[in-house]
């Protein structure tokens, strides 16, 4: 199996609100609960979300440097305009309504970007990572999961990695990137990713293409950091 994104994990004070929040705003059930990770998604389907409590939490400021966001998602709904109503709501801070999409932050402080697609149902369409050197970031990720990249006008600041069927990975560049320093609460990650690998080889893949492990504090799993410091795990399916 080719290595695939199984779970994005996001940080937050209070799982059990964050979950209900996406879970009602995705149309997902929730999967698992504590003394697992408090996860929500949709049964067979990839990617899924999960929440776990952090005891410093410090959570992104938008669009101050100092506070980054380190990731977003974003997120396809049919019909934006009762979307935004639901979000204002639901404890959703909005932003501003950029070209494309509505800038809105959860309430745990995480930026997302809602915008109008054609799915019949609210659908994580894409996952944004920030780097200052995003196209090193994108090969790292194109090598690892064997997506391919695709080529756009806007490639000196933006490049995306379209798996066909499932949310797509891009990568934004932004100046003077304020690095995550896991497990440093002061320098924290926000948002991580688990990839599911059977291939054991695809372990030191990671590692060729630049992967770094980092302290073990007693994860089921050892975690490891992207070239540019975000922290992903690497596990099996069934974890």
């Known amino acids: 199996m080719t290595p695939r994104i199984d779970t994005i994990v996001i940080d937050c004070p209070d799982p059990e609100v964050l979950a209900a929040f996406?879970?009602?705003?995705?149309d997902m059930q929730i999967l698992r609960r504590p003394p697992d990770l408090m996860t929500i998604g949709r049964e067979d389907e990839h990617p899924r979300l999960a929440f776990q409590a952090i005891e410093e939490y410090h959570p992104p400021q938008w669009p101050d440097p100092a506070y980054p966001k380190q990731v977003h998602l974003d997120i396809g709904v049919p019909d934006a305009t009762a979307t935004r109503a639901w979000l204002g709501d639901h404890g959703a801070t909005w932003h501003e309504d950029g070209t494309d999409c509505q800038v809105?932050?959860?309430p745990a402080g995480h930026p997302f970007c809602v915008a109008h697609d054609t799915w019949s149902a609210p659908t994580i369409g894409g996952i944004v990572l920030d780097s200052e050197d995003h196209s090193a970031l994108a090969a790292f990720y194109a090598e690892l999961l064997g997506l391919h990249q695709t080529r756009h006008e806007w490639d000196s600041f933006w490049r995306m990695l379209d798996s066909g069927?499932?949310?797509i990975l891009s990568f934004a560049k932004i100046d003077e990137h304020r690095q995550?320093?896991?497990p440093d609460p002061t320098y924290p990650p926000q948002i991580h990713l688990d990839i599911a690998v059977e291939d054991p080889t695809a372990v030191e893949t990671a590692k060729h293409l630049g992967a770094i492990q980092l302290p073990d504090i007693g994860g089921p799993w050892p975690?490891?950091?992207d070239p540019v410091g975000h922290p992903l795990c690497l596990c099996s399916p069934s974890q």
């Open 104 to 106: 809105w932050s959860d």
């Open 22 to 26: 996406y879970a009602e705003l995705l």
């Open 165 to 167: 069927d499932g949310p």
């Open 223 to 225: 975690v490891y950091a």
């Open 180 to 182: 995550p320093r896991w």
